[in-house]
């Protein structure tokens, strides 16, 4: 690779970067560059929020989404209706559906979804904490998890879990994108998505 003709701090920089998901060798390369050439103030900037956002954010007691404090600030709503749990695969999903500001009901983030390839079972994502979520004042659990296999085995499970329990369990409706699409999920789609929401 040529590391030998960087410096050392170099080269650790280019470690470092590398092990982040989807950065190659090359594409480390060029951002340890960068960041060499940046200005002072903004280098110290970017790795005091990454230090900060590591030791500061944790999982909101209730729908285990990242947050800064015990609990979010829609769990936290009184204006919220609490009971209705929308299921999401991770807090990405989440923001999305909270940007169209229609939904009012509160969430559940499971991070991740089960993927019997991937090796991840239920005892990976955050179920254990769902089921404990749900009392008698829980009228529906509304699963929002991705048009995938994953996403749809995981909505399966959760209806076998859920339903014993005599609460109502509903998939969204197609029509609203897989993945990384759903952050660019508007007011229109996801009404008509709730709406056509069906029973499992
Ligand atoms: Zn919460």
Redesign the pocket.
């Known amino acids: 690779m040529g590391m030998e003709f960087y410096s050392s701090q170099i080269s650790s920089l280019v470690e470092q970067l590398s092990k982040l998901p989807g950065i190659g060798a090359k594409s480390a390369q060029r951002l340890a560059f960068h960041i060499i050439n940046m200005p002072q103030e903004q280098v110290v900037a970017l790795a005091g929020a990454m230090t900060n956002a590591r030791a500061k954010v944790r999982y909101?007691?209730?729908?285990?989404?990242y947050?800064d404090n015990e609990?979010?600030?829609?769990?936290?709503s009184p204006q919220r209706n609490h009971k209705y749990i929308m299921v999401v695969e991770n807090p990405r999903d989440l923001a999305a559906y909270e940007k169209t500001g229609k939904y009012e009901g509160?969430?559940h983030?499971l991070h991740g979804a089960i993927s019997p390839m991937n090796g991840t079972g239920p005892d990976d994502i955050r179920l254990r904490e769902l089921m404990a979520r749900l009392h008698e004042d829980v009228d529906e659990v509304i699963v929002a998890t991705n048009k995938t296999l994953e996403g749809d085995t995981t909505a399966t499970y959760i209806s076998k879990l859920v339903k014993p329990l005599g609460i109502k369990v509903s998939r969204i409706a197609s029509g609203v994108p897989a993945g990384g699409d759903l952050e660019y999920i508007d007011e229109v789609t996801l009404y008509r998505a709730l709406e056509g929401r069906t029973d499992m």
Do not use: H, L, Q, S
């Open positions: 909101c007691k209730e729908c285990c989404t947050t609990i979010c600030p829609v769990c936290a509160v969430y983030v």
